[in-house]
């Protein structure tokens, strides 16, 4: 398991921990233990060598070979000695062949194998308290034993500073690159023990026999992982496409949402076309009301599009009003009030027939509801009523209030504040009102009765370059 990335502050000093450990356990096996058959032993060192050499590459940078099998049969049959030795063996060649001759991998991947490899083999050897002769079926066990010692401390080693020199968390690292090859390592120190009972019955020449279909399964795994590695770069590419496709259906969605925005307000300016009393209203309130709800903390677009809708088509139901009601200069009759309170109830129901208006039909239903109960069409209170109409009736009755109207004269702003703040808890909700004072400094500063510029514009509609924004 060799350890890639740069190096950082804790990991060089872990690095050079990790070698110093590993060179002092590396010295000490060779006095712990001589090393008997030495060809025997150089054979099985050249084996596990060829098997890193032959190594299969994974997807991205990670490799997997066959060489551990080498370092458990070295263990079984030589000791302390021929583990070491067959460990740096193998280290040595990764090195020289794939880890593009970095020194700092060299020193930390001999003594992360070294630390491994003598603690794996000595708690074999302390359990074991057998030959491979007298008891092959502890051959087996101890190999199996090495094997997942030798991958348990590697692959913490490895984790620990991948951890170091990526900033990441070791326990993901772990778990998405090691934790997966337990199998692998159980495996290989089985086939470890087996050819060390071969090694011992039949020797040298047995074993270069027995160790051909080992190489040779060296074939099948390559064309496992290349075709695995095949799927994950189609998968990685139908990835990317898919996502490139989420980008197109996403704009295509914005674009239609700005549309159907566009639409709005441009029918809401054909309906100013015929009440030039209020022109410009629909869109002053709708303004207003998305400052409230920034200021009460909403965020969510979706929320923000339905109020900003809601304000924008409030009167849509004026549609139903006759000119002779919506136009008449004169005080109302009880009659002409009757009818025009339907407005709201006509305004729903134009609005609810459009799927994605009716949660904006809501608002305008409510949109003269009072928060103490008093209002129309169902005398809702407090937060039955919407949070967008509740929100709107504060900015529609602050721009009634200072807006001219054909039976009167607009007035200041800060008596339209006056006249909120004395409604709050009967017409209005307090903390909608609350907000509203927070807005007002800067309201107070626009020109009453001016037309705002709608959030949204069609391409048709622009008068200068700037881009309209969709509020949702």
């Known amino acids: 398991m060799p350890v890639n990335g740069s190096l950082h502050g804790r990991a060089e000093w872990f690095i050079v921990s990790v070698f110093a450990l590993g060179s002092v356990v590396f010295t000490l096996a060779f006095f712990l233990q001589p090393v008997h058959d030495p060809l025997g032993l150089a054979f099985i060192a050249l084996l596990a060598g060829v098997s890193e050499v032959l190594a299969v590459r994974l997807h991205q940078d990670g490799r997997v070979s066959v060489a551990t099998v080498g370092i458990v049969l070295a263990a079984l049959m030589f000791g302390l000695p021929g583990a070491a030795l067959v460990s740096a063996t193998i280290t040595i060649t990764g090195w020289f062949c794939f880890a593009h001759r970095e020194v700092p991998k060299l020193a930390f991947n001999f003594g992360q194998h070294s630390l491994a490899t003598f603690t794996a083999t000595s708690l074999a050897l302390a359990l074991g308290g057998a030959s491979v002769a007298e008891n092959p079926a502890w051959a087996l066990c101890a190999g199996v034993l090495v094997g997942l010692v030798i991958w348990g401390m590697s692959s913490v080693a490895v984790a620990l500073i991948m ?37 011992d019955r039949l020797g040298v020449a047995g074993l270069a026999i027995l160790s051909v279909p080992l190489l040779l399964s060296r074939y099948s795994m390559k064309q496992v992982l290349d075709k695995t590695r095949e799927n994950v770069l189609r998968l990685e590419r139908s990835n990317q496409q898919l996502q490139g496709a989420y980008i197109e259906i996403r704009n295509m969605s914005d674009e239609l949402s700005h549309a159907y925005t566009g639409t709005l307000e441009s029918l809401v300016a054909a309906l100013d076309v015929r009440d030039q009393e209020t022109r410009g209203h629909s869109t002053r309130v709708a303004t207003h009301s998305l400052d409230i709800a920034d200021l009460l903390g909403i965020k969510d677009e979706h929320e923000l599009a339905t109020i900003y809708r809601g304000a924008l088509m409030h009167d849509v139901g004026k549609i139903g009003v006759p000119d002779s009601i919506l136009h008449k200069p004169a005080k109302l009759t009880e009659e002409e009030w009757e009818f025009m309170r339907r407005h709201s109830a006509m305004g729903y129901k134009i609005l609810a027939q459009v799927p994605y208006l009716r949660p904006t039909a809501r608002i305008v239903l409510a949109h003269h509801e009072r928060w103490d109960g008093d209002g129309y069409p169902r005398r809702l209170k407090a937060e039955d009523i919407p949070l967008g109409a509740r929100i709107f009736a504060i900015c529609d009755t602050y721009d009634a209030i200072i807006s001219d109207r054909p039976y009167r004269r607009g007035q200041s702003p800060d008596a339209a504040l006056a006249e909120i ?52």
Not at 171 to 196: C, E, Q, T
Not at 425 to 430: E, I, L, T
Request: charged share 20%; hydrophobic share 45%.
């Open 421 to 472: 703040l004395r409604c709050a808890g009967s017409q209005f909700d307090p903390k909608v009102v609350e907000a509203f004072e927070a807005a007002f400094p800067g309201w107070r500063e626009e020109d009453a009765g001016s037309h705002a510029r709608p959030l949204y514009l069609p391409a048709w509609k622009r008068k200068d370059d700037a881009p309209g924004r969709a509020a949702s």
């Open 163 to 199: 951890g170091m020199t990526s900033g990441k968390p070791v326990v993901p690292i772990y778990r998405a690159n090691f934790s997966w090859l337990f199998p692998h390592y159980a495996a290989l120190g089985l086939v470890g023990g087996g050819l060390a009972v071969a090694y």
